[in-house]
């Protein structure tokens, strides 16, 4: 099967050659000497319209956590509800434009963490830095250009040049490494800016080809094949006849718990209860593009006030568009190609079971092991490597499975859970073996759900989801007419610039944070110079990293990741929102604020670990909410606390902000108005996917 043609190649090649350098060609007039060298390299110097703003915010959000996290979650049984992430992002953009924007701009400050230093103190600044850096770098970045590698050289199998075969993801990670970091460390955030306009208008009109093509590809597919995908009883006469959109609506709109094209959960849901969207979700929603330095270096490097609010509302309308792109085309890979995600999910299990447990491996059914084809050959490479490796893992893993692997491998998940008994020594539910489905996946998952420090567990997942995207690219667009080749290189600069402005904020944080604290005569020159350094320090290690975490192994550490944002996030928010909003707050609340909210979130998540059958009941309870609830009750803990000292110890006189004389304060009207129609669109589409 051809994956991609010559004029694919050459269409990518060219565009992505075109627009990095434009970006380079409109930062020629950065300087990094004299007295503005590092607002010119770090901020753009200050000088970004509002349409620079608002693509450049676009284009640094949308990467692989939306073309392949996201549109996996719709694919698997969240559906709509994940836009949720998208649409309650325009009302938090319309309120970072009028609540934080105004005074961050107002101080002329080139860092989040640098407001904390002057309403509070230099620890919250560099506690804040710290935990930035450490979040950038060792997380996102190396993640960010694994996942992005994946998707591209998955589309460009069998395209060899040479000694180069683009289809091999090391190769990938390092050439979308070094493209970012090369236009990052010549032309700092003009650069990022000027790709970013043509990188965030790429990815909305490909993202669009995709939705047009997975519809039409709906409406003639055959009946019979969809309706085994619907997630309500439907039959193929139902839908026989149907245009694309009554066929999608009817297949997704009802079953499950709330079905597919609903966006509101049940309280019990893990990811997204209806909990989460009252006060959860804001929390992570106000961290991310009001606190996030990444996202928000965009606005400070806004020309004026006006500027940066009606960029920062712009992106807040396109934030509506995104779910129509990115989330319902992986509704509908589900629907249309099922078949393949089932095979890309034997490959996974395949890896992981060949590596973890080769002998249980060898004692499964053809059915669990890749097909003989072209795109499984570096599958096949990776499960020969495993089998003939002697070498044991560090800890005997176990295996859970849902109903729907149970009852696709029914003879397999019965010797998987077998092996899970033996393995623990403890006897398994002979009825459950013998029923099969969802009783064997109930006894099985009640067998692992606490294994002991010698066990480590892995999902064996039925679907793998999160090649929702992929597969519709490589399914979908023709080959040979350079369509899928602008599509490609359209996802190409959506990863490109989220890991350039990645780079690029934590080169300034590192920088300004940091090493001009440690380096106080330094001139704009040298701190210029080291930014550069920290951007080629940031992206060697990122590239080093990512290859290997195609390995298993990094799943649950970055599921853990994720919930990281916990530690930090609401304590962060609290003290902002009372550094911005309540003047006679003391300068010590931001280290409270910062100190406090770890540990109360450690304790509300890991209590039943540490305390065992001694934990309390609301401990208990609290530490199987879904992780935005237990963010909630620390922001709301927090807040109380940060309160009550307020009115036990209030300032005299409220603490006086550096002014930026050179900046333009004054607020858009015209901007006001438009947020207002944001946020009026916003509720109608709750409405209309209640």
């Known amino acids: ?129 710290i935990a930035t850096l450490i979040i950038l770098v060792g997380v996102p ?14 589309n460009f199998q069998g395209a060899v040049l040479g000694p180069l075969d683009f289809g091999n993801i090391t190769l990938g990670c390092w050439i979308i490494g070094s493209v970012a970091a090369v236009y990052v460390f010549t032309g700092g955030l003009k650069a990022c800016a000027w790709t970013d306009l043509l990188w965030g208008s790429g990815l909305i009109i490909g993202g669009t080809i995709i939705a047009y093509y997975a519809f039409h590809a709906l409406a003639g597919a055959s009946p019979e094949a969809l309706v085994a995908t619907a997630t309500h009883n439907v039959s193929p006469e139902d839908i026989r006849g149907s245009g694309a959109w009554s066929r999608f609506m009817q297949l997704n709109s009802g079953g499950l718990p709330e079905g597919k094209l609903h966006m509101v959960r049940g309280a019990e849901d893990k990811e997204l209860p209806w909990t989460a969207l009252v006060v959860g979700l804001w929390i992570p929603n106000f961290f991310y593009w009001g606190l996030n330095q990444y996202i928000t270096q965009r606005t400070l490097g806004s020309r004026s006030l006006r500027e940066g609010q009606k960029g920062v509302v712009f992106a807040a309308f396109l934030k509506l568009i995104i779910p129509f792109v990115v989330v319902m085309p992986g509704i509908l890979a589900f629907n249309l190609y099922s078949g393949d995600l089932k095979d890309d999910a034997v490959n996974r299990n395949a890896t992981v079971l060949s590596d973890y447990s080769p002998e249980l491996y060898a004692s499964l059914s053809d059915s669990m092991k890749p097909a003989n084809e072209p795109r499984n050959k570096q599958i096949i490479e990776v499960i020969e490597k495993n089998l003939a490796d002697t070498t044991a893992a560090d800890k005997t893993y176990l295996y859970k499975f849902e109903q729907d692997f149970a009852e696709q491998h029914p003879e397999d998940a019965a010797r998987i859970a077998t092996y899970n008994a033996k393995q623990l020594g403890a006897e398994l539910d002979a009825a459950a073996l013998s029923a099969g489905g969802q009783d064997l996946a109930d006894a099985n998952e009640k067998l692992i759900k606490d294994p002991g420090e010698r066990f480590a567990t892995e999902t064996l997942p039925a679907y793998d989801h999160d090649n929702a995207f992929p597969t519709l690219i490589r399914k979908l667009l023709p080959v040979g007419i350079g369509l899928k080749g602008f599509v490609l290189v359209a996802i190409f600069g959506a990863v490109v610039s989220s890991l350039a402005s990645m780079l690029n904020s934590a080169s300034t944080i590192a920088t300004m944070d940091i090493y001009r604290k440690l380096r106080k005569d330094a001139s704009q020159y040298e701190l210029v110079t080291a930014g550069r350094v920290f951007v080629v320090i940031f992206v060697l290690i990122a590239m080093i990293i990512a290859p290997f975490l195609g390995h298993p192994a990094f799943g649950g550490i970055f599921t ?62 609290v530490a199987k909410w879904s992780f935005l609830d237990r963010m909630a009750l620390c922001f709301g803990i927090v807040v109380a606390t940060l309160t009550a000292l307020t009115v036990i110890s209030p300032l005299k006189k409220p603490v006086e902000l550096p002014v930026n004389p050179e900046m333009d304060i004054t607020p858009s009207k015209g901007a006001m108005a438009f947020g207002g129609v944001v946020c009026a669109l916003t509720v109608v589409l709750y409405i209309m996917f209640w």
């Open 1 to 129: 099967m051809e994956y991609i043609s010559a004029i694919d190649i050459v269409v990518f090649i060219v565009l992505a050659i075109f627009v990095i350098g434009l970006g380079l060609i409109a930062s020629r007039g950065e300087k990094t000497h004299g007295e503005k060298g590092a607002q010119d390299y770090f901020l753009a110097g200050r000088g970004l319209t509002w349409w620079l703003v608002g693509f450049s915010l676009i284009a640094a959000n949308i990467s692989t956590e939306q073309f392949v996290g996201m549109s996996g979650k719709a694919a698997a049984w969240l559906g709509m509800a994940i836009a949720s992430y998208e649409w309650m992002a325009a009302i938090t953009l319309v309120l970072v434009a009028f609540v934080f924007l105004p005074t961050f701009l107002k101080s002329g400050i080139y860092t989040i963490p640098e407001f904390l230093e002057y309403r509070y103190n230099t620890f919250a600044r560099t506690v804040m830095a």
């Open 141 to 154: 970045t190396a993640s960010v250009i694994f996942s992005g590698a994946k998707v591209i050289t998955g």
């Open 560 to 621: 853990f990741i994720q919930e990281f944002q916990g530690f930090i996030s609401p304590g962060i928010l609290a003290i902002f929102l009372f550094g911005l909003l309540v003047h006679r707050a003391p300068r010590y609340v931001g280290t409270v604020g910062l100190l406090l909210n770890p540990v109360l979130y450690a304790l509300f998540k890991f209590s039943p670990a540490i305390l065992g059958s001694a934990n309390p009941g609301f401990l208990a309870t």
